[in-house]
């Protein structure tokens, strides 16, 4: 690809409404462009990388043996009526009428439609087991879109359904996804841990999400550093109840019960207008208080009101150190971004909602806590519960720690919740028909570009990894359009590059150097060769990769092979 030829259309600054470093930068780098909450055109330039993300998916997903098909994305009420969730699914689920006041949905996700296939299509067992999958929009009305294509309503998801004789053989097609789902989350390069999750209003008894690493993710994820123990926190908790923890946590979760149950509590108990604030922060101290924080504006601790209330003690380890810097660390007046200690207090929708954790240490006392969110006009949805940071993990092998997450997968094993309620069977080996067991398993496509980002930024832009960077390779040449050398140098590794199947892009627009070059560095390009006059008469070039502090030179003939 010549850049000239291609749509690059970079910002200086990102939109006001931009609530996250992901979104920021995608819109300054020009692959999305938003249209309303939550609803984003992808330009060439993103579409590259949902592109390659696809393929990816795709690849594994056959290779797991899984069929491509693609269902509609408009839904009759009627299959949604016989599973009960055209009422259970609330206002996330869109909803129309067609010309003939017949109702109609937007897919938020497709058990219904893909169940109404298998009772037409599969009728024996000798038609088992069957894997489909689709790549295709989904659609759900979230009460908060935010983040940017990380939690949009119109969206890109793969999603796919197994359809087993027996709960046994539904087992290993749900092992089969989860090693699929590796491969996947490898092969991108991406820095995740698969966790056990709550199988909520779904029921069935296994389900695993897929949380790629970053400060800013919604979920929080309370894992052993030292086993393969990983929850998401709403599952740890459910978990380890209160008389079946291991000895450590129920003793500590004695003491760290606080006599205020809820946000909404505290809030009136400090008689706080709460939505004035931006956000609330429940810090701990050492001296067995808990103090509520609401904090005005983005970050500013200069009109904090606090107090203590609760008596809460013993603070216990657990960090994310780049959070607090985050938080705090342009804030000179306030909380200094030192300690580490402490335990978040949080129910499942606090939990969801808290964007990070802070320590600080003030005056030899150690604070710790966790954020809330940056909206805390709900405070009836706040209920205070605890988490089991520092606790014995489980499996007895460690201390567990808290990691924020983003949800960029989900394996489900149904069971015959849907087949049962659609009365879809297949006819057994006996003669007799049975409920197909069935399990789902969806991938943000998306979200991941939103997620991929969050982990691997720096202040220039994006970093991409190779796998799914929207170019891998760009030639910078200095002077294209004034000197003959540099045009006949760069179109010849350009044409090298290529046909040794690179995904290389010569930018011969005729840019100043430096606009070029942070154009670049704001794609997140993984590498790039830059060839001018002045390294040509050396005989050199240079290369860099996106995460170096500087260019190397390389000479001109040795180029190709330090990079493919
Ligand atoms: P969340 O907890 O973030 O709301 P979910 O549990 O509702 O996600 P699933 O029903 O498990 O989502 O859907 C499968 C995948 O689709 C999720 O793992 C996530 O990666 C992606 N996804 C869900 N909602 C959105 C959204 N609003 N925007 C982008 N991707 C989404
Ligand atoms: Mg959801
Ligand atoms: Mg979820
Ligand atoms: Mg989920």
């Not at 993300?53 to 016989?82: C, D, F």
């Not at 999958?133 to 359904?161: L, S």
């Not at 009109?303 to 959070?323: C, D, H, R, W, Y």
């Not at 030899?364 to 205070?384: K, M, S, W």
């Amino acid at each position: 690809m010549r850049a000239s030829q291609f749509f690059i259309s970079t910002l200086k600054e990102a939109p006001a409404d931009a609530d996250i470093t992901s979104q920021k930068l995608m819109i300054r780098a020009g692959f999305i462009r938003k249209h309303a909450a939550g609803i984003y055109s992808w330009m060439p330039m993103g579409l590259r990388v949902v592109r390659k993300v696809e393929n990816i998916i795709r690849e594994e997903m056959n290779r797991a043996g899984a069929l491509e098909l693609s269902l509609p994305v408009v839904q009759p009420a009627e299959l949604w009526q016989e599973t009960g969730r055209w009422d259970a699914m609330g206002a996330e689920l869109l909803r129309f009428k067609d010309r003939h006041e017949r109702d109609f949905a937007l897919q938020p996700t497709a058990e219904e439609v893909i169940t109404d296939i298998a009772r037409r299509e599969l009728r024996s067992y000798r038609a088992l087991p069957k894997s489909f999958y689709q790549i295709q929009t989904k659609f759900r009305d979230e009460r908060r879109p935010r983040f940017g294509v990380m939690r949009g309503r119109e969206f890109t998801m793969k999603d796919a359904y197994s359809f087993d004789r027996s709960a046994d053989d539904a087992g290993k097609s749900y092992e089969n996804m989860y090693a699929a789902y590796r491969r996947i989350f490898d092969r991108m390069g991406l820095t995740y841990r698969a966790v056990a999750a709550d199988t909520g209003a779904i029921g069935g008894d296994r389900s695993h999400e897929f949380q790629v690493i970053a400060d800013t993710g919604e979920d929080a994820i309370i894992y052993c550093p030292t086993s393969e123990y990983a929850a998401n926190i709403e599952l740890a908790e459910a978990l380890a109840p209160a008389g079946e923890r291991p000895a450590a946590s129920a003793a500590l979760s004695k003491v760290h019960t606080p006599k205020v149950k809820t946000i909404a509590e505290l809030v009136d108990f400090l008689k706080i207008d709460i939505k004035q604030t931006v956000k609330a922060v429940v810090v701990e101290g050492e001296q067995g208080d808990a103090v509520l924080m609401l904090v005005r504006g983005d970050h500013e601790l200069n009109e904090v009101k606090a107090q203590k209330v609760a008596g809460i003690k013993n603070p216990l380890t657990f960090a994310s150190p780049a959070a607090i810097r985050a938080a705090f660390g342009a804030n000179p007046g306030s909380l200094g971004p030192v300690g580490f200690q402490g335990r978040v207090i949080a129910d499942r929708t606090v939990a969801k909602m808290a964007d990070f954790v802070i320590g600080a240490n003030e005056d030899d006392q150690h604070y710790t806590g966790a954020n809330f969110g940056r909206d805390c006009a709900e405070p009836e949805v706040l209920d205070i519960r605890n988490v089991v940071a520092g606790d014995l993990s489980p499996d007895g092998k460690g201390v567990l720690a808290i990691q924020r997450g983003i949800e960029v997968g989900h394996v489900f094993y149904l069971g015959t919740k849907y087949s049962a309620a659609m009365n879809a069977t297949f006819l057994d080996e006996d003669g007799k028909p049975k409920p197909f067991e069935m399990g789902c398993y969806g991938i943000g496509v998306t979200r991941i570009l939103g997620a991929a980002i969050e982990q691997n930024y720096d202040d220039k832009g994006m970093i991409w990894p190779d796998a799914i960077a929207p170019f891998s390779v760009v030639i910078c040449p200095v002077g294209y359009d004034r000197s003959e050398a540099v045009k006949e140098a760069a179109d010849k590794l350009y044409a090298e590059l290529a046909a040794r199947g690179a995904d290389v892009i010569l930018d011969d627009r005729g840019e100043r150097p430096g606009a070029m070059f942070a154009d670049w560095e704001l794609i997140g390009a993984p590498h790039r060769v830059t060839i001018g006059d002045r390294g040509l008469k050396e005989g050199k070039v240079e290369y860099q990769q996106r995460r170096d502090a500087e260019a190397t030179a390389v000479a001109a003939d040795a180029i190709l092979e330090h990079i493919v």
